[in-house]
């Protein structure tokens, strides 16, 4: 394994870590990024770690207000994970999309960095997920053309299978939970070929199965509790990262 001294984490909020709180912590996210730069350290002692990314943030945002930093950092290693906020909007382009995520990708790599970069998950599970699985399935293959060109590793999560279960998410179905945070911490250790302990495709455990009734009861629950305040946020032209600070701006020993 090759020696990494500096690791920078660029995204929105599934980077950040939602919605894997450090214990005793409601509002301080642990993540697989985090996890990530632990396995790391256990193998680069004085490992140096950054986290810029910031919930609810899109493209244009990260690539305006997170890249520079990146690359103001000199790091070895980048994990770059942007789209996800863009995707689920409508009107979003993503031939569009992709062109400003190339320019990234061309700035972190001209430092030297090794750079990381994600596909998005299928949506094809998700309730109303077919209405943007063709563009999200667009813009899926725009990075990995970039990542060919550019000499990237891609973690490509469209054809996992381990993340179907529910249990990999959070109950507002849209963040990983700390089982699938731990999972995708593996997951991306053995693209970069950090060992770590642990098989991120280990079976889930059986699964007792909700009857209809319950089911459609957590449907309204989780509306009234993600779902209006989300519509709410986009009515008014708020997002959940406004006013947010990046939660580890400077590279720092874990």
Known sequence: MEQIRTYV???????????????????AFRGWADRLAEHIAARSPGLRYANLAVRGKLVRQIVDDQVP??????PDLVTLC???????????DPDALAVVFDDAVRRLRGTGA????????????????????GKAATYNMHLRAIADRRGCDVVDLWPLRAFNDPRAWHEDR?????????RMALLV??????????????PW????????LTLRREDVRWART????????????????????????TPLPL
């Open 205 to 212: 455990p059986p699964l007792d199965r909700a009857d209809w």
């Open 69 to 74: 930093r990146a690359v103001e950092l000199e």
């Open 174 to 182: 849209l963040h990983l939970s700390p089982e699938g945070h731990r």
């Open 114 to 133: 090794r750079v990381v970069v994600f596909t998005g998950f299928d949506t094809r599970g998700l309730r109303s997920g077919s209405r943007i699985r």
């Open 9 to 27: 984490a660029i995204g929105d909020s599934f980077t950040e870590g939602l919605n894997d709180p450090y214990p005793g912590e409601d509002d």
């Open 82 to 92: 942007a789209g996800g906020n863009d995707m689920i909007r409508p009107g979003a």
């Open 189 to 202: 250790a053995g693209v970069i070929g950090v060992p770590a302990e642990g098989d991120w495709r280990e």
């Open 226 to 249: 993600y779902l209006v305040p989300w519509i709410g946020r986009r009515a008014t032209g708020r997002s959940s990262g406004d006013g947010r600070s990046p939660k580890r701006p």
